[in-house]
């Protein structure tokens, strides 16, 4: 089976833009999570989705949004960036509710 | 916010030693996971440990869980330079559907 995938691999936008990152899951997992890496704050949960509903969110604020479509494809928005959104953006996704999350290889963006 | 602490932060050793890498963290769990770093790149996940076992093992990795204590551990024998990487802990609870990361233990194994 093919591995999770974001794209794109690197962005760099600079401060008010908005931004959108894609992830395909691996082929029949339902549940795609996304986190966020800085050297600062380290792997922070963003939200989950299962089957297109958002099913836990992290405490970030309301720029960052998700979505899920039905053959479970997710991506997510940041807008009005701030520099401090610089960070590798991390989706993973799941077969079963608590088992092993599958990562993909993140989205590193950068916010000048 | 961060479940809990590894440590060490860092740790060096040699080709052919063993390693060890400690998580603590702070709430009840479903289960514990063990991922692998190289760089700023994705995840790799090594091993998985339901709450309810003590002890797992996959090739060179041994993990071990003891829930009282709220700690983990995760022990790579005979180190190769491929293992060199950052290690982190992530503690799955089943009320909050998420994985909750650990600090991280960067790994450098020399020749």
């Known amino acids: 089976k093919a591995g999770v995938t974001q794209t794109p691999r690197y962005l760099i936008k600079t401060r008010g833009q908005q931004v959108t990152l894609s992830c395909s899951p691996i082929?029949?997992?339902?549940?795609v999570s996304w986190y966020q890496q800085t050297p600062g704050q380290g792997l922070q949960f963003l939200f989950e989705?299962?089957?297109?509903?958002?099913?836990n969110k992290g405490n970030f604020p309301g720029r960052f949004s998700g979505r899920q479509f039905s053959n479970s494809r997710s991506e997510m928005n940041v807008s009005t960036l701030e520099l401090g959104d610089s960070a590798l953006y991390l989706c993973a996704s799941s077969s079963v509710r608590d088992g092993e999350q599958f990562f993909g290889p993140g989205t590193r963006l950068t916010v000048l | 916010s961060q479940q809990g602490e590894e440590d060490p932060q860092a740790l060096s050793i040699q080709e052919g030693e063993n390693a060890t890498m400690n998580c603590s963290y702070k709430?009840?769990?479903?289960?514990l996971q063990w991922y692998r770093q190289n760089s700023g790149r994705g995840l790799v996940h090594l091993i998985l440990i339901r709450s309810n076992e003590r002890e797992k093992h996959s090739g060179r990795l041994r993990v071990t869980l003891d829930t009282s204590k709220k700690s983990s551990s995760l022990l790579i024998t005979a180190s190769r330079a491929a293992d060199t990487a950052s290690y982190f802990c992530?503690?799955?609870?089943?009320?909050?559907?998420?994985?909750?990361f650990g600090t991280g233990t960067r790994l450098q194994v020399t020749l």
């Open positions: 989705y299962f089957s297109e509903t958002q099913r």
């Open positions: 709430t009840s769990i479903n289960n």
């Open positions: 992530a503690t799955y609870t089943g009320t909050a559907s998420k994985l909750t």
């Open positions: 082929s029949g997992h339902r549940s």
